[in-house]
């Protein structure tokens, strides 16, 4: 069974701070995505990381792949509290159509 | 386009009773997956569906869990008999092409079963 063990699981910071959840799993995955869940919906999908090493920016947000295409990270700069959410990583599994989400990151940014 | 479109939002339903989730894709989408939502397991993929045909049913927990997907534009997951173990929140995705370019989700069905 393919696992994404994500961390830290909570996280609640003050506006202003710099925060980094990780993602990370044995299994090798084709791309890696990002998504944001808010409350009563469904996740939105932020980016998505195809190349081992890659580094995307969106914003105040740097989501990087690992070399080895096992893990993955995401920075957040001056977080706000419209940052406020579920944050979830999802692996392509390789050869199929399957997205294989991680365990989930919920960050809170205070005012 | 509207998104990926679900209903109900919410069902409460009885213990034995039959529950039917349904789901519209976006158009021209060729993908479509339901998973499963709880605090404790997080999102599970259930079963996916490709061109209306199902791919990967490993993830149905069990027997009384069956979807269908008779054309492009609708797929249901059927519940029979419901118990309370099943209450979760279950969300239908699509998707075109690749996984790559990732997924559009519905807003959910919140089940609850009493």
């Known amino acids: 069974t393919q696992l994404l063990e994500q961390s830290p699981q909570f996280l609640s910071i003050q506006e202003g701070e710099n925060l980094t959840v990780y993602c990370n799993s044995s299994s090798v995955f084709s791309s890696l995505q990002w998504y944001r869940q808010e409350p009563g919906e469904g996740p939105v999908l932020l980016v998505t990381?195809?190349?081992?090493?890659e580094v995307k920016k969106l914003k105040r947000l740097t989501f990087q792949f690992g070399d080895a295409r096992k893990d993955s990270s995401l920075h957040i700069t001056a977080a706000q509290p419209g940052d406020t959410g579920l944050y979830l990583c999802?692996?392509?599994?390789?050869?199929?159509?399957?997205?294989?989400f991680g365990t989930g990151t919920r960050l809170q940014v205070f005012p | 386009d509207a998104g990926v479109i679900q209903s109900p939002r919410h069902e409460v339903t009885e213990m034995g009773q039959e529950v039917t989730l349904r789901c519209k894709p976006i158009s021209g989408h060729n993908s479509l997956f339901w998973y499963r939502q709880t605090m404790m397991r997080g999102l599970e993929l259930l079963i996916y569906f490709n061109n209306n045909v199902p791919i990967d049913d490993s993830g149905m927990p069990e027997d009384r869990f069956s979807a269908k997907m008779p054309n492009a534009s609708f797929s249901t997951l059927k519940i029979q008999p419901s118990e309370p173990r099943d209450s979760a929140v279950y969300f239908c995705?699509?998707?075109?092409?690749?996984?790559?370019?990732?997924?559009?989700f519905g807003s959910g069905t919140r089940l609850t079963v009493v």
């Open positions: 999802a692996g392509a599994t390789l050869g199929t159509d399957k997205l294989i």
């Open positions: 995705a699509s998707s075109f092409g690749t996984p790559d370019y990732g997924y559009t």
């Open positions: 990381v195809v190349t081992g090493g």
